[in-house]
């Protein structure tokens, strides 16, 4: 157990729908990532927060937004869902944000869109 | 062409054998070379992370970089059926960049 807390666990929606995924950074842990993992794409980043700021951003969608709260834990919003973006969603959380910082990875929420 | 290349497997190897696992990167300024190990239904998690060129070793796990020929390397010793996983080589710039995984079934 790596100490990265996601939920929910298994999400299915519709296409057009929006659905907000929650992680919960390990204790003290300041930084939070954001991957999605699909057949095609492999794995792929998308944002990282620090401390409550946007730190670095990589392939995220227009269609996707996130945020880190005061009391760091982050939600990644996906809205006008379509069938692609089905997948595996991970987070991750450092102690701090730069390269020597070991990311643990929470367990993934599964998006299905239908 | 992508940053990150890897082998995608899979790949089936009896227990007790030596894996060989390969990627391949595009720019040679890259510096921070990881592995992560993914096993079924579960997240990454970092096996080996090396800096710059070189071996370094950790039990039965070796990570090998060839800056010259941009080549990563993890190398599995006595691998057990409890290293059956997805491996993924990673690059840090500013942010990971993972290979596609390579799959390994090691059978008793």
């Known amino acids: 157990d790596s100490g990265v807390t996601q939920t929910p666990k298994h999400l299915i929606t519709a296409t057009g729908q929006r659905v907000t995924l929650r992680c919960s950074p390990r204790?003290?842990?300041?930084?939070v990532y954001w991957y999605q993992q699909s057949l095609d794409q492999g794995l792929q980043f998308l944002i990282q927060?620090?401390?409550?700021?946007?730190?670095a951003k990589g392939n995220i969608l227009e269609r996707f937004s996130a945020q880190q709260f005061p009391d760091l834990h982050s939600e990644l919003n996906l809205s006008s869902l379509e069938l692609g973006d089905s997948a595996l969603y991970f987070c991750?959380?450092?102690?701090?944000?730069?390269?020597?910082?070991?990311?643990?990875f929470g367990p993934g929420t599964r998006l299905l869109v239908l | 062409q992508k940053e990150v290349e890897q082998d995608p497997g899979p790949l089936s190897v009896p227990e007790g054998a030596i894996v060989s696992l390969n990627c391949t990167y595009s720019?040679?300024?890259?510096?921070?070379f990881m592995w992560y190990r993914q096993y079924s239904r579960k997240g990454p998690e970092l096996l080996m992370y090396?800096?710059?060129?070189g071996n370094k070793e950790d039990g039965r796990f070796t990570a090998q970089v060839d800056k010259s020929s941009k080549y990563i390397s993890l190398f599995i010793r006595d691998s057990q059926p409890s290293d059956s996983a997805t491996y993924l080589c990673?690059?840090?710039?500013?942010?990971?960049?993972f290979g596609t995984g390579t799959l390994l079934a090691v059978q008793p």
């Open positions: 927060y620090y401390n409550g700021e946007e730190r």
């Open positions: 090396t800096y710059s060129s």
């Open positions: 991750a959380s450092s102690l701090a944000a730069g390269y020597e910082e070991t990311q643990y």
């Open positions: 720019n040679s300024a890259f510096q921070y």
């Open positions: 204790s003290g842990d300041l930084s």
């Open positions: 990673a690059i840090f710039t500013n942010k990971l960049i």
